[in-house]
Nanobody, 114 residues
């Protein structure tokens, strides 16, 4: 059973920064893509950023503010979030896409508020 564990969420003021981490229970090189999604209250889960062998992709709403990266030695994926806005408030989920299924973490809450 693969486990993905997110951490790093919290309360931050508008304009602030947070760094989310996603630790995997197996080598992240075994996934062909790893990503971050978010879900705000009353809204559908949406893709924030993904990292794969071809590079990275971002939602338009976070381009230039968020950076996804990975540390293969630590089996960890990161999401650096800068210039945070109230509309970034959501539960952030880590995902790992394997050959037969996608795995999900339990989520970490990010709240952007003054």
């Amino acid at each position: 059973q693969v486990q993905l564990v997110e951490s790093g969420g919290g309360l931050v003021q508008p304009g602030g920064s947070l760094r989310l981490s996603c630790a995997a229970s197996r080598s992240i090189t075994s996934f062909f893509a790893m990503g971050w999604y978010r879900q705000a209250p009353g809204k559908q889960r949406e893709l924030v950023a993904v990292i794969h062998i071809g590079g990275t992709n971002y939602a338009d709403s976070v381009k230039g503010r968020f950076i996804i990266s990975r540390d293969n030695d630590k089996n960890t994926v990161f999401l650096q979030m800068n210039s945070l806005k109230p509309e970034d408030t959501a539960v952030y989920f880590c995902s790992g896409s394997g050959t037969s299924r996608t795995y999900w973490g339990q989520g970490t809450q990010v709240t952007v508020s003054s």
